[in-house]
């Protein structure tokens, strides 16, 4: 008789197949994988060749038979008994096996190697009996041709179907061997009966032995077969774990990339949007408003170009840092752009919104080292509220940076707070930043000019340049409106050229036409003195226009001389030629005693603030007194700016200031007006623009 194939290869090829179809490469939705994951458990279902097995039950039911003509019904019965439903549930189990998949697999085989031992052991006990119940005479016989039987098949079996083998080796041996020690009482000699037994059962051990042994060695063709698909599919499967793993640390790296800033660890600007998606969609969900907060550092760009772009990152490093310790746990932050962050606030009203912008204020503007310098950032602080402000990402993000915008012109300490008025600004400052590329070709900006007199008022001391746009459908725009815009864009640098070059040439052709206007004024950008190469153009200007170095000045704000490092090397330079130095708009800046006293300027413009004020506030008036004898102190002049009423020039005067700038002299004119005040100061008895004594008249 021959058993079916084993349903698995053996435990340890089973072993890895099971390791290969349960592993997490061959899981999921790969329609590949999931197709040769199947296939592979219908292979293993497959080679238990259900079918094979009703051959055991057909020479079973054929030595019953035999043993019936030899031995009577009675004596193999228990047996047969035994055998048919053993048969039976081999049969259902390799057909089931044949079905599974390989999640049922192992069970499923379990279960078929224990109902082939049962099967082997019926079938053996049948064997044994019949043997037994043969005349004694031909025991030793039937113990030969069982045994020939045993060794025939057993080799080939040993691989494919051990269990049934081993149950049917284990009947058929146990009670012979009893039997022959002990000698049985029984023998008689019915030799007919016998040779038939004994070729029924040498023939049919044969036979066995040889379908056992071509099935042996294709059990053993099939399965390397199997184990080098599996090695294969397993070499596959660790290239795939591996692609797949790279894959994963190459998308974790692309957000960490995407989803964060590299030089200060907080969120990407695409983060923060996707976590603005997210608030706005709470919002609609539960109604809680929640607060968007941008923050810039005002004057970044001056650091940033004097110190150099390493200090730069320096600088933003640590008010991230800052960022991070003020923030509230929960509240997200990240760096939208160059200096500009942006934090959101979860459930907070417009008050606390304003309270938090604050302590960002407090814990952000104290001194910080970069490089080898203290700075102390400054921040211009927006805010907006959802849902007060806008409901979508872009509305709010929009409104957070106008209100910053508009926080950066504060003075100072600055956050505010959205207003609907603030887009429409920005708005227009967009177009003015695309006109503006275009004005300078088309010749549509030109220079005024206003009187500087002396603090009696008696004589034009000099000229201050001041730049105009003239719009070809706005009119004249006032230079507030374009100057930072044209910094903003870099266009500065040209603009600042022009004027200079502009300024120097007028001076020249006032000179030629012999009217004295002592020293030419003209304003400088922060942005501009940290060109490299500004003295040249400065040298370039002076040259081409032929005006003495002596006759200009230039003047730079308090703010530009606070934030930028190399200054005053390149003031330094510029008065060594003779070009003279005034700081303007003193008294706004904050410059510290010391960094007045290394700068060493001409001449000190005091802020028209103080000057607006000074008959109302005796402090105005005090500062003013204190302002004039420390610039004299530093060996520089003293200019008051703004000067409207005569009053104010008298007190000005009375205060120490040696000469006045205002409407009550003259607004800025152009430059045949000037040429005309000029020309009067100079028929004048006194040189005096306009009398101080005889009050005064405003030039339109
Ligand atoms: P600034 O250098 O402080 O110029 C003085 C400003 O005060 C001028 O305004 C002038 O018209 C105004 N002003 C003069 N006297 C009086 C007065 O009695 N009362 C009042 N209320 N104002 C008076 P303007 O021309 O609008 O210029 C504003 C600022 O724009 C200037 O302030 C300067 O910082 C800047 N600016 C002007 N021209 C240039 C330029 O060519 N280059 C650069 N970089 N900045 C310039
Ligand atoms: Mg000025
Ligand atoms: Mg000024």
């Not at 059990?219 to 077969?225: D, E, F, I």
Request: hydrophobic share 45%.
């Amino acid at each position: 008789m021959h058993a079916p194939a084993d349903a698995s290869p053996d435990p340890a090829t089973l072993a890895s197949a099971q390791r290969w179809l349960s592993s997490p490469a061959t899981q999921g939705g790969d329609g590949l994988l999931e197709r040769l994951r199947a296939h592979g458990a219908r292979e293993l279902g497959q080679r238990t060749r259900p079918e094979r097995l009703w051959i055991v039950v057909a020479a079973a039911t054929l030595l019953a038979l035999g043993g019936l003509a030899v031995g009577g019904l009675l004596a193999p019965l228990p047996a047969l008994l035994a055998l048919l439903p053993a048969a039976y549930a081999c049969n259902r189990l390799a057909s089931a096996l044949s079905r599974c998949d390989a999640d049922c697999l192992p069970p499923l085989v379990r279960r078929y190697r224990q109902a082939t031992v049962l099967l082997g052991l019926a079938w053996g006990s049948l064997v044994a009996t019949l043997i037994l119940t043969a005349p004694q005479a031909a025991l030793a016989e039937l113990g030969l041709i069982a045994t020939l039987a045993l060794v025939v098949g057993a080799f080939a079996v040993l691989a494919i179907e051990r269990t049934l083998w081993l149950g049917f080796s284990l009947a058929v041996w146990a009670p012979i061997l009893a039997a022959t020690a002990f000698g049985m009482p029984w023998a008689s000699a019915d030799s007919g009966s016998l040779i038939a037994l004994e070729l029924l059962f040498a023939g049919w051990s044969t036979l066995q032995g040889l379908w056992l042994t071509r099935e042996h060695v294709r059990a053993h063709l099939a399965r390397w077969r199997l184990e080098e698909a599996i090695q294969t599919l397993e070499a596959r499967d660790h290239e795939l774990l591996s692609v797949r793993s790279r894959r994963d640390s190459l998308e974790m790296h692309s957000r960490q990339l995407t989803h964060f800033d590299q030089l200060t660890q907080l969120g990407s600007r695409l983060h923060l949007q996707e976590r603005l998606e997210d608030e706005v969609a709470r919002y609609r969900e539960r109604l809680r408003p929640f607060a968007l907060l941008t923050l810039d550092i005002k004057g970044f760009r001056d650091i940033n170009g004097s110190l150099g772009p390493s200090a730069g990152d320096d600088l933003l490093r640590a008010v991230a840092r800052r960022i991070t310790e003020t923030q509230r746990s929960g509240d997200f932050a990240a760096r939208l752009r160059n200096d500009e962050f942006a934090v959101l606030m979860r459930d907070v009203s417009d008050a606390e919104a304003v309270r938090i912008a604050d302590r960002f204020h407090q814990a952000i503007e104290v001194p910080v080292r970069v490089g080898n310098r203290l700075i102390c950032p400054h921040l211009a602080i927006g805010i907006a509220i959802c849902p007060t402000d806008s409901l979508d990402t872009a509305g709010l993000l929009a409104a957070a940076e106008h209100a910053m915008q508009v926080a950066q012109r504060l003075p100072r300490y600055g956050s505010i707070r959205y207003a609907p008025g603030m887009s429409v600004a920005a708005a227009r400052r967009l177009t003015v930043e695309q006109e503006l590329l275009t004005a300078l070709s088309d010749e549509q900006f030109v220079l005024h000019f206003q009187p500087q007199v002396d603090a009696d008022g008696t004589r034009i001391i000099g000229v201050e340049a001041l730049v105009r746009w003239h719009h070809p459908e706005r009119g004249q725009i006032p230079p507030l409106d374009f100057i930072p815009v044209a910094e903003s864009t870099g266009l500065i640098d040209a603009l600042g050229e022009w004027v200079l070059d502009a300024a120097c040439r007028q001076a020249v052709a006032w000179r030629e036409a012999g009217l004295a206007f002592g020293t030419m004024a003209v304003n400088i950008s922060p942005l501009q003195l940290r060109d490299p190469r500004f003295v040249d153009k400065v040298d370039s200007a002076l040259r081409r226009s032929g005006l003495q170095a002596e006759e200009l000045e230039l003047e730079i704000t308090e703010s530009a001389v606070q934030t930028q490092g190399d200054t005053s090397i390149t003031l330094a330079r510029l008065r060594a030629r003779g070009v003279r130095i005034a700081l303007d708009d003193f008294g706004t800046g904050y410059s510290s005693l010391a960094s007045l006293r290394a700068l060493q300027v001409d001449r000190i413009k005091i802020d028209r603030a103080f000057v607006g004020d000074m008959l109302q506030s005796a402090r105005s008036s005090a500062l003013l007194g204190t302002m004039a004898a420390m610039a004299h102190a530093l060996d520089a002049t003293v200019i008051a700016e703004g000067v409207e009423q005569v009053e104010q020039a008298t007190a000005l005067r009375a205060l120490g200031c040696d000469s006045l700038q205002g409407y009550l002299f003259s607004r800025p004119v152009d430059a045949a007006s000037l040429a005309e005040l000029l020309r009067q100061g100079a028929q004048s008895a006194g040189g005096l623009p306009v009398p101080l004594q005889a009050g005064c008249e405003l030039t339109p």
